[in-house]
């Protein structure tokens, strides 16, 4: 007699992704998780075929990577940031903004070649010390957690590198963006064990996926 198959471990993005992510599996016809989520970190769909753990953006890269979730769902540039050793089947259109360098707008127009170890704040070091470094410019990346925005107005930075979407925040604060770093978007990403042993089930979703990445969804808007 075979043994049940397992359920099938997603971890989610929680967040200003979250609603999006839910609002697209539901139409891929991936069972939802069941009930009111409320402060729950690990979630059951009603029929047990799919455990949800809801996670820090930043966190669901490695609870793939090292198989505490078989699937993931999180944003392109925490990914990149992360640099887990991950399989990425498929780009998911919602989640769309950039990773951006900007400062004060009443910045000299300097190339970057000829800057002197600026200072630059970010929330994003992995990819921040990457850009300057093939630019061959000798930054100090200071690392933040909250408002990357406020750094260049007090003097603790001469440039960010931040995530934009519309550009207000920035605008509302006087700054502006010179370079885009990086275009990001929501992905599917897939422990690489899994994905070979779990691979019929995870193959339907990613083709449940697929199938609604034809369709038009509603555009994302960040807070």
Do not use: H
Not at 44 to 68: L, Q
Not at 81 to 91: F, G, M, N, T, W
Not at 114 to 132: H, I, W
Not at 172 to 192: D, H, M, P, W, Y
């Amino acid at each position: 007699m075979s043994s049940p198959a397992r359920s099938l471990v997603m971890a989610l993005a929680k967040g200003r992704l979250t609603d999006d992510i839910l609002d697209y599996l539901g139409r891929a016809g991936i069972p939802l998780p069941a009930g009111d989520a409320g402060r729950k970190l690990i979630l059951e769909s009603a029929d047990g075929s799919v455990r949800y753990i809801m996670a820090k953006p930043a966190d669901v890269p490695t609870y793939v990577e090292y198989g505490a979730a078989d699937l993931g769902i999180c944003g392109l540039d925490v990914l990149r940031e992360a640099k887990r050793d991950v399989y990425e089947p498929l780009l998911l259109p919602f989640g769309y903004c950039r990773l951006s360098l900007a400062g004060l707008g009443t910045r000299p127009d300097t190339p970057l070649r000829y800057e002197s170890q600026p200072r630059v704040a970010t929330s994003f070091p992995n990819l921040t010390a990457e850009f300057f470094r093939q630019r061959g410019v000798n930054a100090e990346i200071i690392t933040l957690k909250g408002s990357v925005e406020l750094a260049p107005l007090v003097g603790l930075a001469d440039l960010i590198v931040d995530l934009v979407e519309s550009g207000n925040t920035l605008r509302a604060n006087g700054l502006v963006e010179f370079r885009t770093i990086l275009k990001s978007q929501a992905v599917l990403i897939a422990n690489r064990a899994a994905y070979r042993l779990q691979s019929d089930a995870i193959r339907s979703i990613i083709a449940r996926l697929r199938q609604v990445n034809q369709q038009p969804i509603p555009a994302t808007t960040l807070s």
